[in-house]
């Protein structure tokens, strides 16, 4: 059973790894063997990677901006000299989140959003693709959210670029399954991440959230660690097209 889910030997990109979210998937996979590239302007992706080699896992750092797409593809380059022009896993774990009154959402940050919770994603599973299909195996996993399937307030951008992942890994299941790759997503319930501190600062709204979730508490980059080593090792060789809820329970209730 351990060895279906072993990454030893395995080449990894994490995008957004040195995020709250990324991080907890990014440790997941080095955890389980896999050699990590993770990709992310914040910066503490070189001290993020420096912590993790220092445990005896490899990480390289790559600096690259999701939302600017001469970057995306430089970044994946740079990847790809590093991994000698192979790859077993992509990650896609970046994203960002703007919150204004629908009626009133700028075009301005419409586009910000899709660029990295959409258009972003896609890049780099198509480049992705690009280099596992002549060796018929890859898994390409990216991260979606509860709102794309309940949706929210105030987050117009936010739900149509996540709502639109969850739909693409469907469509790039029907081109790609049968040349040997898996894509799915994982939506991450209430996490308690920066992109939710206001949510968390707002007692009376955190507190009616809380309620909701059966487990009683929100989530963390932690509770994900186990769902992308699944997703991204030969137990879910037979998954594909799927999103995963990973929400403590929020749906059931």
Wanted: charged fraction near 20%.
């Amino acid at each position: 059973m351990k060895r279906m889910f072993d990454l030893k030997g395995k080449k990894a990109i994490v995008v957004g790894g040195a995020g709250d979210l990324g991080f907890g998937m990014l440790e997941g996979l080095v955890e389980a063997g896999a050699q990590c590239v993770v990709i992310d302007v914040d910066e503490k992706l070189k001290s993020v990677c420096e912590g993790l080699n220092s445990r005896g896992f490899r990480t390289h750092p790559v600096h690259g901006d999701i939302s600017d797409r001469k970057q995306v593809r430089e970044s994946y380059e740079e990847a790809m000299d590093i991994f000698g022009n192979d790859l077993d896993i992509m990650v896609n774990a970046a994203g960002i989140q703007i919150r204004h009154p629908s009626e009133e959402f700028p075009m301005e940050d419409w586009d910000k959003v899709l660029a990295v919770n959409l258009t972003g994603p896609w890049m780099y599973m198509q480049m992705a693709a690009n280099t596992m299909i002549p060796k018929g195996y890859g898994k390409l996993v990216t991260v979606s959210s509860l709102q794309s399937i309940i949706g929210g307030v105030t987050i117009p951008a936010y739900t149509a670029a996540k709502g639109g992942l969850g739909t693409l890994i469907k469509t790039l299941s029907n081109d790609w399954a049968a040349k040997g790759l898996n894509i799915n997503c994982i939506a991450p319930g209430y996490m308690a991440t920066k992109l939710n501190t206001g949510l968390l600062a707002d007692q009376k709204r955190s507190k009616e959230i809380l309620g909701r979730i059966p487990q009683g508490r929100w989530g963390t980059g932690e509770d994900l660690k186990g769902v992308t080593v699944f997703l991204c090792s030969s137990a879910s060789d037979y998954v594909n097209g799927i999103t995963i809820p990973v929400d403590g329970g929020f749906l059931g209730r």
